[in-house]
């Protein structure tokens, strides 16, 4: 206790230092306080750290690394070998339609109900990069193309989690159908034209299978990398808060019950884990995390803009839409549940 008052104190006196040597710009401020932050955490408590990286690396290589990497590989041979115009034919109006979005976005619905984040969004402004969509479609896209991934829905909170894969389905269909809520709620084009002319014709550049399959695997391989660093990072930024003066002693707390909501909102993975070990009822869990799998939480925001911020969409704007999507969420899912539970029983 007595090393966690002192540690509290030297933040806290760093922290003030920062205040008054930076006078510019309060965002430097910020990201200089959380920096010290965690260099002295690091210096304070190595093998806490070292723990908490080896636990971050350990759900990316059991849980996202086996589904994400294939996927990431075939989806860009699927682009390379001209899998937009294809998609589009077949599925364009079917999905898109409805949503009003272009045809050409059917490829990116289908990536990212397949897999998820941060998938969605990151082809999403690849589209918009090579102007095949414009920013209007583009800024619809990223918020509707979004959602967690199936596999972790069904596999990790259905089945490892909770030990019953139709908790897993129930929050597939309430994640799913908010993100298609999303595409009917955000304004559509007053029009069906562009304000601006935009090329739909994508350039078909032959090559070799052995060629293209190198391209697929070191574009998935950049792409991994950048999640994996958010995983590891996140679940020390986890533990920090939990060895941290004030967190550690809300734990002693009535409201320790709202810790894993907040961590939760941090990082979805661990928060989901801590959720379903606290004392609120099933149906209350399961809403819960409904919400932070519409949400998404702070880590998976940052990977989608690590992704898409040269798209200079605001990120108030796209949290907005997120908190909106887990609050629809969380009410077409307890729907959900409560008919599944009615009709045949959830054990």
Do not use: W
């Amino acid at each position: 206790m007595i090393l966690k008052i002192v540690l509290f104190l030297l933040i806290l006196l760093i922290f003030i230092s920062v205040i008054f040597v930076l006078k510019h710009m309060l965002f430097n401020k910020v990201i200089v306080f959380i920096c010290t932050l965690g260099i002295i955490y690091i210096l304070i408590f190595p093998q806490r750290c070292m723990t908490a990286s080896i636990y971050g690396a350990e759900i990316f290589f059991k849980s996202v690394f086996p589904a994400l990497f294939p996927f990431l590989v075939l989806t860009n041979l699927l682009f390379l070998y001209d899998g937009i115009n294809i998609y589009s034919k077949i599925f364009g109006n079917i999905l898109c339609k409805p949503l009003k979005l272009p045809k050409e976005a059917s490829v990116v619905l289908i990536i990212s109900f397949l897999c998820g984040y941060p998938l969605g969004a990151k082809y999403s402004f690849d589209l918009y990069n090579k102007g095949i969509i414009d920013y209007y479609d583009f800024n619809r896209l990223a918020s509707i193309a979004s959602n967690s991934s199936p596999i972790f829905m069904i596999g990790t909170i259905g089945t490892a989690i909770y030990g019953n894969p139709l908790l897993g389905y129930i929050l597939l269909g309430g994640n799913l159908l908010s993100c298609i809520a999303m595409g009917l709620i955000l304004p559509g084009r007053k029009s069906n034209l562009y304000s601006k002319k935009i090329s739909r014709k994508i350039s078909i550049v032959k090559i070799d299978f052995s060629n293209a399959l190198k391209d697929s695997i070191t574009l998935a391989f950049e792409t991994i990398l950048v999640i994996l660093g958010f995983i590891v990072i996140f679940s020390i930024i986890i533990t920090m808060l939990r060895d941290s003066f004030i967190f550690s002693n809300l734990q002693a707390t009535k409201l320790k019950l709202l810790l894993p909501i907040i961590y939760g909102s941090i990082e979805l993975t661990n928060g989901c884990f801590l959720i379903a070990n606290t004392s609120f009822n099933m149906f209350a869990q399961i809403i819960i995390i409904a919400f932070l799998l519409g949400f998404g939480g702070l880590s998976i925001t940052m990977q989608v803009y690590s992704f898409i911020g040269k798209s200079k969409l605001p990120m108030k704007i796209y949290m907005k839409r997120k908190l909106l999507q887990g609050v629809i969420a969380s009410i077409i899912t307890g729907l959900l549940y409560f008919i599944v539970s009615s009709l045949i029983g959830i054990s």
